[in-house]
């Protein structure tokens, strides 16, 4: 299983952006889509996951400012981003769990899309 991020860049303070990540492969379901991101000098942290029933977890400092979605149907999964601080500037990583179409379980990683929030 292999997961394919984009919709980073760069952004103004106050700005948005939206990623996206798809999962490509032999996939049976995926149960948990997640985001996290990692900013220079820091372990990279949980920024909001998604599970097949829809139920949605976020970190305190995006509560309010990010919105996690999925598309069961395109394996694929989105981080909507408002009010961008420079704060959120960081490496995001997407992450799908679940289980493959042989019936194993993966773990898989995005290769990561830079979101940088400056003036």
């Known amino acids: 299983v292999q997961l394919q991020a984009s919709g980073g860049g760069l952004v103004q303070p106050g700005g948005s952006l939206r990623l996206s990540c798809t999962a490509y492969?032999?996939?049976?379901?995926?149960?948990?889509m997640g985001w996290y991101r990692q900013a220079p000098g820091n372990e990279r942290e949980l920024v909001a996951t998604?599970?097949?029933?829809?139920?949605?977890n976020y970190a305190d400092s995006v509560k309010g400012r990010f919105t996690i979605s999925r598309d069961n149907a395109k394996k694929t999964h989105y981080l909507q981003m408002n009010s961008l601080k420079p704060e959120d500037t960081a490496v995001y990583y997407c992450?799908?769990?679940?289980?493959?179409?042989?019936?194993?379980?993966?773990?898989?990683w995005g290769q990561g899309t830079l979101v940088t929030v400056s003036s």
């Open positions: 992450n799908n769990q679940g289980r493959t179409g042989w019936g194993g379980r993966f773990d898989a």
């Open positions: 492969g032999s996939i049976g379901s995926i149960n948990v």
């Open positions: 998604i599970i097949s029933g829809g139920s949605t």
